[in-house]
């Protein structure tokens, strides 16, 4: 089948590779029919993750037709429709169990890895490194899922790819980072970054209850999507954006604070590898540092929620300011499998519009220009969906 592998930092490539084969009971293959470039795929091309290997395959949005089913999957057939968590879950795990999904015991084989970098191991997730487990991503023709009779969500047929693709990911990944804001009517919420996510999470503050949204980028086209989900917008190479907030929010701040940027505004990647873990890489940023500012903007006893990726150590994150002014944390890679069905019905009700993000179809043997359109804003890109 086809694959868009990672060749090294900067070099992804279409190559012919073996197809998947069912490995365990509760695998199922999947025949891909859409599949999406993500902001976190950036921090895999850009090298900011230090434990991809060449010849691995990229991609965790992605939605299908099951193909072949292990023996042990009982609640799916051959033929059904599906959208694909990015995070791999068991289902019965502790942290399953409490809806912790992205927190699975059981879906990273190298949770070793993991454990050297982080102290604990998240779950595995699709195309994302050999530190989230070296799962074959879905950016190709096949994929196998892992638990599948857990992790393949039924999609209704009358829903098209575009409208449930995101199901996969950025969707609830918007979801849950203003679900962490914990929302009261009349707050304002600001939001860094007008990418997918950003985008998302502006249109879910709006539906949990936020009376303004603000949010700030420097791309013109995604300001103006912004603008078109009703937020306001500040172009932080425009204006300053602390003092801004200040004067949109009576001087308070506003009541929280998304990054929905994450290593990007940085420029700092990961650990330079897993046996050096005490060697921070840094590489050169010329950017305000998203995280930091959301933290100084945010009102007295608010919310500072990233769902940003980050992957080894920050420096400078203003903690005196986080504790003296009790300021609340959220973060987290997103539990996608609670926010699916509630999500799919609000899509179904036109509370949520999907599609308005998506500027560029490709098919999948163009995945690397899809890649650079994406990562380098050109041709006024916001999202890549491509068609195997
Ligand atoms: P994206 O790269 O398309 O968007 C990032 C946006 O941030 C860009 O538009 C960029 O111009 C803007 N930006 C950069 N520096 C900024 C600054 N200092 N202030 C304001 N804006 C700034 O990516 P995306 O797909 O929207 O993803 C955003 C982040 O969410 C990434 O870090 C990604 O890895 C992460 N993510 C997290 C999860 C999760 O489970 N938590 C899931 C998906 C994506
Ligand atoms: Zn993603
Ligand atoms: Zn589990």
Same mark, same amino acid.
């Given at each position: ?9 900067? #070099? ?18 999947? #025949? ?33 037709? $099951? ?7 009982? /609640? ?31 879906? /990273?084989?190298?949770?070793? &890895? ?35 009779? $857990? ?24 979801? &849950? ?59 932080? %190479? ?24 994450? &290593? ?13 873990? #005490? ?15 959301? &933290?100084?903007?945010?009102? /007295? ?64 043997? %163009? ?8 990562? /380098? ?12």
């Amino acid at each position: 089948m086809k694959a868009n592998v990672w060749h090294g930092k900067n #070099k992804l490539q279409v190559d012919n590779v073996p197809d998947p084969t069912i490995l365990n009971p509760r695998d199922a293959i999947l #025949k891909i029919t859409s599949t999406a470039i993500c902001g976190s795929d950036l921090h895999l091309l850009d090298g900011y993750v230090p434990t991809m290997e060449k010849g691995d395959i990229l991609g965790h949005e992605f939605m299908g037709e $099951v193909v072949e089913l292990g023996s042990a999957v009982t /609640n799916l057939k051959i033929g059904d429709r599906v959208v694909v968590p990015f995070t791999i879950s068991c289902g019965h795990c502790l942290s399953c169990e409490e809806k912790l999904y992205s927190l699975c015991e059981n879906s /990273n084989p190298n949770a070793w &890895m993991a454990e050297k970098m982080w102290g604990h191991s998240p779950a595995g997730i699709f195309g994302y490194s050999h530190l989230t487990g070296g799962y074959a991503g879905g950016q190709a023709e096949y994929v196998r899922v892992p638990y599948a009779d $857990v992790g393949c969500f039924k999609v209704p047929n009358d829903m098209s790819d575009d409208q449930v693709l995101f199901l996969s990911d950025i969707l609830p990944t918007g979801w &849950m980072a203003a679900e962490n804001c914990s929302i009261e009517p009349g707050d304002v919420v600001a939001i860094w970054g007008c990418g997918p996510v950003g985008l998302f999470a502006i249109q879910s503050a709006f539906v949990q209850g936020a009376e303004r949204v603000i949010a700030i980028d420097r791309f013109p086209e995604r300001l103006r999507m912004a603008k078109k989900l009703r937020a306001e917008t500040l172009n932080y %190479e425009e204006v300053s954006v602390l003092e801004a907030l200040k004067q949109l929010t009576g001087g308070r701040g506003p009541d929280a604070c998304i990054d929905a940027v994450g &290593m990007e505004a940085h420029g700092v990647g990961m650990v330079g590898a897993y046996d050096t873990i #005490k060697q921070a890489v840094r590489m050169e940023s010329d950017r305000p540092i998203a995280l930091r500012e959301a &933290m100084m903007a945010c009102r /007295n006893g608010g919310t500072v929620s990233v769902p940003g990726v980050y992957g080894g150590l920050i420096d400078k994150v203003p903690f005196g300011s986080v504790m003296n002014r009790s300021l609340t944390i959220k973060t987290g890679q997103t539990h996608v499998q609670r926010y699916m069905q509630p999500l799919l019905e609000r899509i179904q009700k036109g509370e949520i519009d999907t599609t308005c993000i998506i500027t560029h179809h490709l098919p999948l043997d %163009e995945a690397p220009h899809g890649y650079d359109l994406f990562k /380098n804003k050109q041709d006024e890109c916001i999202k890549v969906v491509l068609k195997p």
